[in-house]
């Protein structure tokens, strides 16, 4: 098998769930006794959290070149961004080293589009739901997003940021999901893109009013395929 790079920490509840889907998946592929071949940094989320500013937004590109070439050097073969909302220095961490990086986004578009969603919403932190970085490449699969409602952002933000990053996850939080979810469909989404990895901490992706697809459980088929050595995943 191939060994990946796993860039976390982001927060340590997404990296937790990233080694359990990463090693189930393998598990299922390989026998009881398999486990996925990885390299793990954990980064300090501190001064990674709720980022505003371009100012925030170059230095936290640079905290993850810094570990995309340490985790390289060390012998990563493919690398993963543990979290979405990071997606958004992609590009800046990408031309650092000399390997590829899985875009979580990238699979979820080639997941939909396969699946004929054309119109869909998108929740998560507020810079995924509102920024262009991701949306854009759902968006170059043809598939239409709903525009994000301000109190749905806000909401989500408080919820992601004051409970979930944290290791929280309250019945409050899913009645607000659920809520949140039952109106997008009313405004027409045919499915929701679950953009933020603690979201599936107080949402359903199994049995829910319309299809979800988790980000991250989508993100970790296709890294699970290339540790696999399949070919064809990206």
């Given amino acids: 098998m191939n ?45 990674l959290a709720r ?18 070439r340490r985790l390289e050097q060390a012998g990563a073969g493919t690398l993963v961004i543990a979290s979405n909302a990071m997606h958004k220095v992609y590009d800046t961490v990408a031309s650092a080293v000399t390997i590829p990086i899985i875009h979580i ?43 994000p409602a301000l109190e749905t952002v ?12 944290q290791g929280k996850a309250t019945r409050q939080a899913e009645r607000e999901l659920k809520t949140i979810i039952v109106n997008l469909e009313r405004q027409g989404a045919e499915a929701i893109v679950l953009g933020c990895t603690e979201l599936e901490m107080v949402v359903d992706v199994d049995a829910n009013v319309l299809p979800i697809y988790d980000c991250t459980r989508i993100h970790c088929e296709a890294a699970a395929a290339w540790i696999l050595g399949d070919a064809k995943a990206k």
Wanted: charged share 25%.
């Fill in 3 to 47: 060994t990946l790079g796993l860039i976390g920490g982001m927060s340590w509840v997404s990296t937790r769930t990233y080694y359990e889907h990463l090693n189930r998946l393998v598990q299922a592929s390989r026998g009881a006794q398999a486990s996925a071949p990885l390299l793990i940094e954990s980064l300090d989320y501190t001064s």
């Fill in 51 to 68: 980022l505003s500013t371009k100012a925030d937004w170059d230095r936290a590109g640079q905290v993850l070149v810094a570990s995309a």
């Fill in 105 to 147: 986004a990238e699979t979820v578009g080639v997941r939909m589009a396969s699946d004929k969603v054309s119109r869909a919403a998108l929740i998560g932190s507020r810079n995924v739901m509102v920024d262009d970085f991701y949306r854009e490449r759902l968006v170059a699969h043809d598939i239409e997003l709903l525009p």
């Fill in 154 to 165: 806000d909401t989500l933000d408080r919820i992601i940021y004051d409970e979930l990053v």
